[in-house]
């Protein structure tokens, strides 16, 4: 660790960072509510972005709260964020009035998001520098940002049983929260610097010396960031038509979309747990098993009409996602310089956020050019993903090789 703390102090610190993904995953208290949104407000265009809205305005707060975090106090960027998300989503449905609350809802998932996200990792990357330790940390921080997900989904969807403005209750729990980030969650501005040598893709994660001459880290970085962005299309694609799936597929109806949701979140959470042993193992090679079990769980999706299969693969797919999405972060946060992680941090999310907005219409486009509905466009989604597995390994070997010639 970058600094000294106690197990308590530790435990303390990463509840504090773990629990700020409420914000992260503030739309999940939103969504039992839209049909009270849509009825209370005639005005769908506005009820739409009061939905969808919030997440693209975050993919520009999520870059600009990276910057923010390289140059200025971490600690000081999640306590605004985090605190800016507590008083917007809590006073979020006190006036029956369509603007006063899309613009609380623009504050609160798409301004605070971006910067409660960007310095909450921002500071993860800082306080682990050992990669694998880091590589674990995040993990953990993803299968809790999928537990959180659930849990605000559940206690939303009972409250707003009576009314879509109950669901904004759910917030309440942010303010407790915040406590613990201002007390416990260490202000590494005062916190003493480690000085350490460049090892390129070793143990120190992105420590680095001499970040004004050698920019080659760049030529790594945009095509991380591509390939993140890629395979959160493809990913995305099948979480947010999983209903039309079931529907074309005959295997059941709302409930069974739902199961299946909840399937994949479930994967997610359970590998984000196990990633730190993952990653500590494959390093580099940690994003093959996703395209593999992509390319394979697309192609059986595309053959089955079981549910029992299906909810296999949307499992496995949950899964291998999760795997996906701990890899690109800790990976970003290692080939970058330390003057650029939380930007590589923003960057990564807001490649994520771009992909589910644009993910539709991608779906959209590929059924239009050929003729068939989402279960004919699997064969794509799994043939992408094969190109991907293969370029993975290719990468993996050409970095392995490099590695050996730079010992002798």
Not at 24 to 34: E, N, R
Not at 190 to 207: M, Q
Not at 293 to 322: E, K, M, P, Q, Y
């Amino acid at each position: 660790m970058n600094i000294s703390l106690s197990k308590s102090r530790t435990f303390l610190f990463l509840l504090a960072i773990f629990l700020t993904n409420v914000c992260t995953m503030a739309d999940f208290a939103i969504i039992p509510a839209v049909g009270g949104l849509f009825e209370t407000f005639d005005n769908v265009t506005l009820v739409t972005l009061i939905v969808t809205g919030p997440s693209l305005l975050g993919v520009f707060f999520c870059i600009l709260g990276g910057r923010l975090a390289d140059k200025y106090n971490k600690k000081a960027l999640l306590v605004f964020g985090f605190g800016m998300f507590t008083v917007s989503s809590i006073l979020g449905a006190t006036f029956d009035n369509v603007w006063y609350v899309l613009i609380l809802r623009m504050i609160s998932g798409g301004i605070s998001w971006g910067f409660t996200s960007s310095a909450s990792l921002a500071i993860v990357a800082e306080v682990y520098l050992d990669e694998n330790k880091r590589g674990t940390v995040m993990g953990w921080y993803n299968s809790a940002m999928a537990a959180i997900g659930a849990i605000l989904s559940f206690i939303a969807g009972l409250l707003a049983v009576t009314s879509w403005q109950n669901a904004y209750s759910t917030y309440w729990v942010a303010a407790p929260i915040l406590v613990l980030v201002i007390l416990f969650v260490p202000n590494l501005a005062k916190a003493e610097k480690l000085i350490a040598v460049n090892v390129s893709d070793g143990n120190i994660g992105s420590i680095e010396t001499n970040v004004a001459v050698d920019k080659t880290w760049v030529k790594k970085f945009v095509p991380l960031l591509a390939a993140f962005f890629s395979l959160g299309i493809v990913y995305y694609i099948i979480v947010y038509q999983i209903a039309l799936y079931v529907a074309a597929t005959g295997i059941g109806n709302e409930a069974i979309s739902g199961t299946l949701g909840s399937l994949g979140t479930i994967g997610s959470g359970v590998i984000g747990l196990m990633f730190g042993l993952i990653f500590g193992k494959l390093h580099r090679a940690t994003i093959i098993p996703t395209y593999i079990i992509f390319a394979v769980g697309f192609f059986a999706l595309f053959i089955s009409t079981s549910f029992i299969v299906t909810a296999i693969c949307c499992t496995l797919l949950g899964a291998a996602w999760g795997n996906a999405y701990s890899f690109y972060y800790v990976r970003a946060t290692i080939i970058v310089p330390p003057s650029f992680v939380a930007t590589a941090i923003g960057a990564v999310s807001a490649a994520s956020g771009i992909a589910v907005f644009l993910s539709n219409f991608v779906a959209n486009y590929l059924k239009g050019l050929l003729g068939t509905d989402i279960v004919g466009i699997l064969p794509v989604l799994a043939g992408i993903s094969s190109v991907g597995a293969v370029l993975s390994i290719l990468l993996t070997v050409k970095n392995r090789k490099e590695a050996v010639e730079m010992q002798y």
